[in-house]
């Protein structure tokens, strides 16, 4: 089949959960496949590269900045529809609900009767303006975009209720379907600490507790650093990392960091190239997921795969992989102390520590890219 892969954003220009599973399932297909990636792009032409088993088309956005969140942008990309036209395709799978780049390839399918899928990855909005806007497209362009697909991927149960309210019996239920994310199980095998990757971060031999995600509201950073100065009291050495870009909430956790005098038990690194965060995975005792809302978050795949043992809130993005006791810890999101009694349980009990990243490692396996994109061929097939 040639298919023809849509997002508004790639890699390496932005690094983010939709932009690497785009790419993870672009290797994937690539086996067999001829792969085709239409993506937004901060270039002043289009250009077609040959990325070593698909191509990938990079395409000039006009970015608008809808908030005081930086990740909040709206990139208009005018050339998308007549890229698109150049290629021959047996189906389009486009990523990602209420991006331009989303709604011409449903126009395109829709002109050129090319089969549709579209993957809703998981967004919230949070500014209320924003919030109304949302409202008003999903009564419009959306449900258009959302009529248009031959079928829908849900990446988690949650998604797929979000999609039917906002579509309301407009779209058939079992059109929508749930197929997780998915990681490539090998990069994380025996990853070696490598002190080069940690210049200008002095963690020595403390406990490493690791976060990784957007710095939104939602993924309840705010409430790690309150757990951790219940931690700290106890354990003056631990540390704890957050990776992950400013979405507007950095000087809200810097303050809430010197507030509580956890300076020297913190460190926000901000986004970090992808070989320096799987060195980060490999010396971390624990990884922390606070979030009040997620789709299925890559990260929590991939600290798995690395036996890391994990809390996460218990939310369905969360524990439609986590077992509580099993395979990984889950609590209520937003408590704080809660959080900073089970950070303090697996610091202290190497053998519950253990057996969770046991059954953790082998729960991962069913995420794997090489059996995660067989499902998605199969939805192919079907639309």
């Known amino acids: 089949m040639r298919i023809g892969l849509t997002t508004h954003t790639f890699p390496p220009e932005f690094i983010g959960g939709r932009e690497m599973h785009v790419e993870a399932l672009a290797r994937a297909l690539s086996k067999d496949d001829d792969i085709i990636i239409f993506a937004g792009s901060n270039v002043k032409r289009v250009i077609k590269e040959d990325m070593g088993g698909y191509t990938l088309y990079k395409i000039p956005a006009f970015p608008i900045t809808l908030s005081k969140n930086p990740l909040q942008v709206y990139r208009v990309v005018p050339r998308f529809y007549s890229v698109l036209s150049k290629e021959k395709l047996d189906i389009i799978h486009a990523h990602e609900y209420g991006h331009f780049t989303t709604d011409i390839a449903s126009l395109y399918s829709k002109v050129s009767k090319t089969p549709l899928v579209l993957t809703v990855h998981g967004y919230v909005i949070e500014n209320k303006i924003l919030g109304i806007t949302k409202k008003l497209y999903?009564?419009?362009?959306?449900?258009?975009?959302?009529?248009?697909?031959?079928?829908?991927?849900?990446?988690?149960?949650?998604?797929?209720?979000?999609?039917?309210?906002?579509?309301?019996?407009?779209?058939?239920?079992?059109?929508?379907?749930?197929?997780?994310?998915?990681?490539?199980?090998?990069?994380?095998?025996?990853?070696?600490?490598?002190?080069e990757s940690y210049q200008g971060y002095n963690f020595g031999n403390s406990p490493l507790v690791l976060g990784v995600g957007r710095l939104l509201p939602r993924k309840g950073f705010l409430y790690l650093i309150e757990a951790a100065k219940k931690v700290v009291k106890l354990d003056p050495d631990v540390k704890f990392v957050i990776?992950?870009?400013?979405?507007?909430?950095?000087?809200?956790?810097?303050?809430?960091?010197?507030?509580?005098?956890?300076?020297?038990?913190?460190?926000?690194?901000?986004?970090?190239?992808?070989?320096?965060?799987?060195?980060?995975?490999s010396c971390a005792n624990i990884f922390v997921?606070?979030?009040?809302?997620?789709?299925?978050?890559?990260?929590?795949?991939?600290?798995?795969?690395?036996?890391?043992?994990?809390?996460?809130?218990?939310?369905?993005?969360?524990?439609?992989?986590?077992?509580?006791?099993?395979?990984?810890?889950?609590?209520?999101?937003?408590?704080?102390?809660?959080?900073?009694?089970?950070?303090?349980?697996?610091?202290?009990?190497?053998?519950?520590?253990?057996?969770?990243?046991?059954?953790?490692?082998?729960?991962?396996?069913?995420?794997?890219?090489?059996?995660?994109?067989?499902?998605?061929?199969?939805?192919?097939e079907q639309a």
């Open 138 to 195: 999903d009564r419009t362009i959306g449900l258009k975009t959302l009529k248009a697909a031959n079928k829908i991927i849900a990446v988690s149960k949650r998604q797929k209720e979000d999609i039917i309210r906002w579509a309301g019996k407009e779209i058939e239920g079992e059109n929508i379907l749930y197929v997780p994310n998915g990681i490539y199980i090998n990069e994380f095998n025996d990853l070696k600490f490598n002190g």
């Open 243 to 281: 990776v992950g870009p400013d979405g507007g909430e950095m000087q809200n956790l810097i303050q809430k960091i010197n507030e509580n005098d956890l300076a020297d038990n913190f460190f926000l690194l901000g986004t970090v190239p992808r070989n320096v965060l799987r060195y980060l995975y």
């Open 289 to 380: 997921i606070p979030s009040f809302y997620e789709g299925l978050p890559t990260t929590l795949l991939e600290a798995m795969a690395c036996g890391i043992p994990v809390i996460g809130s218990n939310i369905d993005g969360i524990q439609i992989v986590v077992e509580n006791d099993r395979d990984g810890l889950l609590i209520p999101p937003g408590n704080a102390d809660i959080l900073a009694d089970k950070i303090c349980l697996l610091l202290r009990d190497k053998i519950l520590a253990d057996k969770l990243s046991r059954n953790a490692k082998k729960k991962v396996e069913d995420y794997d890219w090489k059996k995660i994109h067989l499902q998605i061929k199969k939805i192919y």
